[in-house]
């Protein structure tokens, strides 16, 4: 089993920044895939980033890709999501998952069915 924690929500108007935390424990090493998702309100849920094994290796949603970065610090066990240039359009639940795939490029196409673990979500609200 592995816990996930999501920290470092909050409300920020647009052009800012957010980073959030995602801190895991337990079996870690059963997984090699974490990622991000957000689901707003009436929305299905979306995968916002994804980082396969040891940090080298990551892939964006198109709405995010030079404005979010996924990373992690293996030694603390934590996944990052750090967000700049915020749009209301960003406002989200956002979730951190962790699961194990059989390569690199399963991972970074992803769905919510890769992930056998999920976070309980951190809100982020944008405004304009």
């Known amino acids: 089993q592995v816990q996930l924690v999501e920290s470092g929500g909050g409300s920020v108007q647009a052009g800012g920044s957010l980073r959030l935390s995602c801190a895991a424990s337990?079996?870690?090493?059963?997984?090699?895939?974490m990622g991000w998702f957000r689901q707003a309100p009436g929305k299905e849920r979306e995968r916002v980033a994804a980082?396969?094994?040891?940090?080298?290796?990551?892939d964006y949603a198109d709405s995010v890709k030079g404005r979010f970065t996924i990373s992690q610090d293996n030694a603390k066990n934590t996944l990052y999501l750090q967000m700049n240039n915020l749009k209301p359009e960003d406002t989200a639940m956002y979730y951190c998952?962790?699961?194990?795939?059989?390569?690199?490029?399963?991972?970074?196409?992803?769905?919510?069915?890769?992930?056998?673990?999920w976070g309980q979500g951190t809100q982020v609200i944008v405004s304009s």
């Open positions: 998952a962790a699961g194990r795939t059989i390569g690199r490029s399963s991972c970074l196409s992803s769905t919510q069915k890769t992930y056998a673990y």
């Open positions: 337990g079996y870690t090493d059963s997984t090699n895939c």
């Open positions: 980082i396969y094994s040891g940090g080298g290796w990551t």
